[in-house]
């Protein structure tokens, strides 16, 4: 207990270490408005590629509807948010969504999560396109096809940042105790977990609930900073973009999946200057990566204060 509370607070040292480098640079001009949106942009992607990875990685469940809940989360920042322009407003639209994500990932995980593999994918992208469509037809609290437009501007780099930090470290946290081993259990054979006693399906349904809620918060901060939201937003693309940023940086390393957002997220700026021509860049720096390191940069590796702790302990 002792050890987890040293190790939580020097991460809370290295967080608070990382938001003044970003507001120094900032206040001097290194980081102009740009960079700074670079910067949101990928906070709001680690969130969600660290909740697919407790989905994927973690507990093993191959999921591809995280943007139907990043859907429900930012349709729940921009109605309330519209609704009551305020912090307090934005913050309860934020608790919504990860409730109403919550649940429904409880209601369709029950039954989903006993299928596998190509099956358990093709669930969950039915899933995420069934509250896509729901949101199409949802006549005037949804404004159908057109979105809503008019978000208030709530979402800023160090809420993006606090928000993100909380959320991986948490997830770490999560990934060390009884209940991570028991969720890395049912990953590497299930039914030697089932042998010894472990209830897979509760796990399995554990790491898809939180894996949603995070998506939903992170779908909430995407409208506070595009502040405009459409349907289209949210299609089997959008599941494919956060895959992405697991795969490359590790299934199953929360560290790994850092270092990719940061990665890809500066990538994506330097390509934006070659036009058309971004993606195939983007898409061959992918392949190349793959081919050279197709566990990921880091695969399952996972940096550890706790272990340089005990090193310097023995010592």
Same mark, same amino acid.
């Given at each position: 207990m002792k050890k987890?509370?040293?190790?939580n607070?020097?991460?809370?040292?290295?967080?608070?270490?990382?938001?003044?480098?970003?507001y120094?640079?900032?206040?001097?001009?290194?980081?102009?408005?740009f960079?700074v949106k670079?910067i =949101?942009q990928i906070? $709001?992607n680690l969130?969600?590629a660290?909740?697919? #990875?407790?989905i994927?990685g973690f507990s093993?469940?191959?999921?591809?509807?995280?943007?139907?809940f990043?859907?429900?989360?930012?349709?729940?920042?921009?109605i309330?948010?519209i609704? #009551?322009p305020?912090?307090?407003?934005?913050?309860?639209?934020?608790?919504?969504?990860?409730?109403?994500?919550?649940?429904?990932?409880?209601?369709?995980?029950?039954? =989903?999560?006993?299928?596998?593999?190509d099956y358990?994918?093709?669930?969950t992208?039915?899933v995420?396109e069934?509250?896509?469509?729901?949101i199409?037809n949802g006549?005037?609290?949804?404004?159908?096809?057109a979105?809503?437009?008019?978000?208030?501007p709530?979402?800023?780099?160090?809420m993006v940042?606090?928000?993100?930090?909380?959320t991986t470290?948490?997830?770490?946290?999560?990934i060390?105790?009884? =209940?991570?081993?028991a969720?890395l259990?049912?990953?590497?054979?299930?039914?030697?977990?089932?042998?010894?006693?472990v209830? =897979?399906?509760?796990?399995?349904v554990?790491?898809f609930?939180l894996?949603a809620?995070?998506?939903? $918060?992170a779908g909430s901060?995407y409208a506070?900073?595009?502040?405009t939201?459409t349907?289209?937003d949210?299609?089997f693309?959008k599941?494919i973009? $956060?895959?992405?940023i697991a795969?490359?940086?590790g299934?199953?390393?929360i560290?790994g999946?850092?270092?990719?957002?940061?990665?890809?997220?500066?990538?994506?700026m330097?390509?934006?200057?070659?036009?058309d021509?971004?993606?195939?860049?983007?898409s061959?720096?992918?392949?190349i990566v793959?081919?050279?390191r197709p566990?990921?940069?880091?695969?399952?590796?996972?940096?550890?204060l706790?272990?340089?702790l005990?090193k310097?302990?023995a010592?």
């Open positions: 987890n509370l040293t190790t607070l020097l991460w809370l040292l290295i967080g608070i270490f990382g938001f003044a480098l970003i120094a640079l900032q206040m001097v001009g290194v980081f102009n408005d960079a670079i =949101t906070g $709001i969130i969600l660290v909740g697919l #990875n407790l994927i093993g469940q191959f999921s591809l509807g995280h943007a139907g990043m859907a429900i989360g930012a349709y729940c920042g921009a309330i948010g609704q #009551n305020t912090y307090a407003g934005f913050a309860i639209s934020i608790v919504v969504g990860m409730v109403i994500s919550g649940v429904i990932a409880l209601v369709v995980g029950i039954p =989903t999560l006993r299928l596998k593999g358990l994918a093709i669930a992208l039915g995420s069934i509250i896509r469509i729901m199409v006549g005037d609290l949804t404004n159908g096809p979105g809503l437009f008019g978000i208030p709530f979402t800023s780099w160090q940042y606090v928000i993100a930090f909380v470290v948490l997830t770490l946290n999560i060390r105790s009884a =209940t991570g081993r969720i259990s049912v990953r590497e054979d299930e039914i030697a977990a089932e042998s010894m006693g209830w =897979t399906t509760k796990y399995k554990l790491a609930v894996g809620m995070t998506a939903s $918060i901060l506070g900073f595009i502040q939201v349907p289209k949210f299609t693309m599941s973009d $956060i895959l992405i795969v490359f940086g299934l199953g390393s560290t999946t850092v270092i990719a957002a940061v990665v890809l997220g500066v990538l994506n330097y390509l934006q200057n070659f036009g021509l971004r993606m195939i860049i983007y061959l720096a992918l392949i793959m081919i050279f566990g990921g940069l880091l695969g399952t590796w996972e940096f550890s706790g272990k340089l005990k310097k302990e010592k």
